[in-house]
Every structure is written in C-alpha cells, then in structure tokens.
C-alpha cells in the first residue's frame, strides 16, 4: 500500500520545482521574439508622439532579448484617456509600457480623477527638456509680438485640451497678471495648432521652450525663418543664455498666487514619463530601468532627440520621479483649490 499523504507531498513538491523553474526565467529569455505594446498618450504626429516613437527605437535595444516595440496612439483630456487606460486594461505581464505627459502626475489630484493614479504606478523614468518647458510664442502676424503688449492687445492662443498645460498656463497668467489671451482649446495637437497660426486663426501658443534653445522640429524652423517669436517663458527664473526674454514670474506679485503658478510649473517640469503596471515582476521592471539609462548613454539616442525636436534631454530616475510624486501630494488643500479654478473642466 503506498503512502497517500507521502504521494500528495511529493506532488506538491514538484509544482513548487517546476513553478521556481519558471520563475526563473531571466528578462532576455521572456522578452526574446516578443512585442512590448508602448501606449502613448498623444496624437500622432504631433511633438510627444515624434518623441516617443525615437526614443522606443533606441530604448527597444538595450532591452534584454531586444524585443519589438510597437506604439499605439491613445490621445485625449491632456493625457488622461490613455493613462487610464494603461492603468485599468494593462497586462502587468512586462508586455505593455505606457509613454505618458507630465500632466498625469498632478491632473488627477487636482481634478478627483480616479482612474488614473501616479502613486500605483510602477515607473522607469521619465524624459525631461529642462527646466521651463513652456514659453509664449507669437506668429508673425499676431497684433502681439512683445509681452509687454499682452496687457493691452487680445492674442488668441490655440490649445488642445483643458487640462493641458498650453491652455492652463494663458488662463494663469490672465487671472494673476492681467493678461488678454483668447484661448481656443480643442485642438488635437501641435500640428494643427500651427496650422491654425498659418491660417490667421491663432496669433499664437503656449509651447515647448526646447524650440528657443535648440531651433528643432516645427516650431524651430518657423523661428529659424522668422514665421515665430518667443515673447514669455513660463519660468520662476531667467535663462542666462535667454537674458532678454521676460518670464512669467516677472508679472505675478501676489505671494498667494505665486505659491499657485510655482506648483503649476513644477508641475509642468515633470517631462514625459514612463511607465509599468504594478505587479510586474521586478526583474522586467530592472531591465527596462536599466535600458532606459543606457538610452540615454547612448550616443545613438542624441541624434534621435535632435532630430525628434526634442532639443535636449534629462534622464529623470524613478527614484526622482517618486520624490516629486510625493511632494506633489503633500501639496495644502488650500494651494490645490486655486490650482483647480485653472485645471478644471468647466
């Protein structure tokens, strides 16, 4: 008579083998002849879009077993459509990684979004463009061409959603230093806000500052032809190698309303993150870390920025990324109510 209890042991003890066995299986092995789903949550064509299909080019190379990645677009309210998405029908089996705007960090707290949450994410990195990202720019045939005439000549603005940064910031400055944009929001990307600028419907925008510094991608070659001036930077400090362009902070006096645009242009400072589900098992997400550094130790990855019309780059660390997380959360409700008089869909 055989040992029931013994067999039953015995059986056990081979699944626990053979599920270690699996486990085992190392991030090269896994990602081998696979497809990683990048969700990126931007119209095609448009500047984070161009950004996240180079930077996938290189990142996809550094990943162990080279694994193809393949982007879809998921567009909508400042980012937020794809980060929910990613946040609610992602796999966290290491086969999807989201490519995200800076806005998702802080839109969420300010809006009572639930469905996507900064802090149960797990995160890679995220690409930085400096400092300020933002700054005022006026097509040639704006009435506007210094920001010394905003206080007294309408400029009509073009803009995406509510919520994002190109119409949030016009809306700041008009309430806290007296502005007069005319903001027209619903535009679904940088494509068609500059188009919207050749055709006389906008005099201007609110866009990335790596245009100023470095004359890349569109914007950069309207300014390198004359078609389009910088007149403001959203910054809290001047650019010593842009002495003469006036900043926002310059026309915001109020300490109250200070403390506001400083969390809004922290916030807008965050770049474009990266992202995993939670749950992911923590070797594929080391690897992908680990080949997001060597991204951006890669020469290869220089000439893909540059020719994005990125400018420039700055690895932000998920470490880094988590300390602004949490300093964004420890935010006063009261600083928060004033943010939202701006974010908020009305």
Known sequence: MFDRSALIAVSAAGMVALSGAANAETAEEFYAGKAITMTVAAATGGMADTVARAFAQVFASHIPGQPQIIVQNMPGAGGLVGGAYFARAAKNDGTEIAFLLGNVITTPMITGNTQFDPRKMAW????????????TYAYESSPVQSADQLFDTEMVIGAT??????RVFPAMMNDYAGTKFKIVA???GSGEVELAMERSEADGWFTGSQHIRELVGNAGAMIKEGHLKPI???????DPRHPDLPIAMDYITDPDNRQVAQFLLDSSS????IAVPQGMPDELIDAL???????FADPAFADFVKASGLGEAELQTPEELQTLIDGFYATPEAVLEKVRTFTNGQ
């Open 289 to 295: 870390r680990t080949a997001m550094a060597e991204t």
């Open 124 to 135: 890679i990195g995220a690409i930085n463009s400096g400092d300020y990202p933002y700054a």
């Open 186 to 188: 619903g535009y679904k």
């Open 161 to 166: 959603s509510f919520t994002n940064y190109n």
């Open 270 to 273: 965050v770049g474009r993150p």
């Open 232 to 238: 403001l930077l959203m910054a809290s400090k001047p």
